[in-house]
């Protein structure tokens, strides 16, 4: 696994590098040199661990946080784990769609905890794509890419997390049919939701990314158990 390791501390960054084994690792002391790396070298690492507080004093400072929005920029599907000192930076962290949110020190347990729900992330987006046909065309979308899957008047509609959505002729059942494992549910007659893009459930909608999706009396009580089931495997992992 390729991990971007970003804290000012150095003591700190060793500290993590020691406990992430045969991981290879790379050290950045400031967040300039991080999204130097990014941006004008193009280098891209499968897990970014970024320290929330910086004393970075280069002539635009950043923190951890700002960190992270301008590695969206450019990675909209990166791995993003925070590591701080406190804990007063949840929201913030999640407004960014932090994976998860680690206090210093961090525990050994902890860190492999999270190196396996990173794989199990990676592994997952290798092997599952969405293929469908377009003006004589295949075209594939991982299915973390996916949001949801709607139909109407005959047409598919896939919506994904960049905002794009595509379009082409064909029937939600044959495509609930078609997808693999048990990261698409169906929770409404006209809708496919992918069940790790949730973002809330109530009785009548989910919401996904900003997008409010309906639920519907037939389907909810199965809607509810797997999504607890993946919120169960999210904090367990």
């Known amino acids: 696994m390729k991990i971007a390791l970003c804290d000012d501390c150095r003591e700190?960054?060793?500290?993590?590098?020691?406990?992430l084994g045969k991981q290879d690792v790379s050290i950045y002391s400031d967040a300039g040199s991080l999204l130097s790396d990014i941006e004008q070298n193009n280098i891209q690492y499968d897990l970014y661990l970024l320290d929330i507080y910086m004393d970075d004093f280069a002539e635009n400072p950043m923190d951890g946080i700002e960190l992270a929005k301008r590695i969206r920029r450019h990675e909209e599907d990166s791995i993003i784990c925070f590591v701080s000192s406190c804990n007063d930076f949840y929201r913030e962290a999640y407004d960014v769609y932090a994976f998860q949110y680690l206090l210093k020190p961090v525990q050994l347990k902890e860190l492999q905890l999270l190196l396996h729900k990173v794989s199990k992330r990676m592994e997952k987006s290798r092997?599952?794509?969405?293929?469908?046909?377009?003006?004589?065309?295949?075209?594939?979308?991982?299915?973390?890419?996916?949001?949801?899957?709607?139909?109407?008047?005959?047409?598919?509609?896939?919506?994904?997390?960049?905002?794009?959505?595509?379009?082409?002729?064909?029937?939600?059942?044959?495509?609930?049919?078609?997808?693999?494992?048990?990261?698409?549910?169906r929770c409404h007659q006209?809708?496919?939701?992918?069940?790790?893009?949730?973002?809330?459930?109530?009785?009548?909608?989910?919401?996904?990314?900003?997008?409010?999706?309906?639920?519907?009396?037939?389907?909810?009580?199965?809607?509810?158990?797997?999504?607890?089931?993946v919120l169960f495997e999210e904090v367990g992992g």
């Open 12 to 19: 700190d960054a060793l500290y993590l590098k020691n406990f």
């Open 127 to 185: 092997e599952h794509k969405f293929f469908y046909r377009w003006r004589g065309q295949t075209r594939a979308i991982p299915y973390e890419k996916i949001l949801f899957i709607s139909s109407r008047e005959h047409k598919v509609f896939i919506q994904c997390k960049d905002g794009a959505e595509q379009e082409f002729k064909g029937k939600l059942d044959e495509i609930a049919a078609q997808l693999k494992g048990n990261i698409f549910l």
């Open 190 to 229: 006209s809708f496919l939701v992918n069940v790790y893009q949730v973002d809330s459930l109530s009785r009548n909608e989910i919401m996904v990314f900003g997008h409010r999706v309906p639920v519907s009396r037939r389907y909810y009580v199965d809607v509810k158990k797997r999504y607890q089931e």
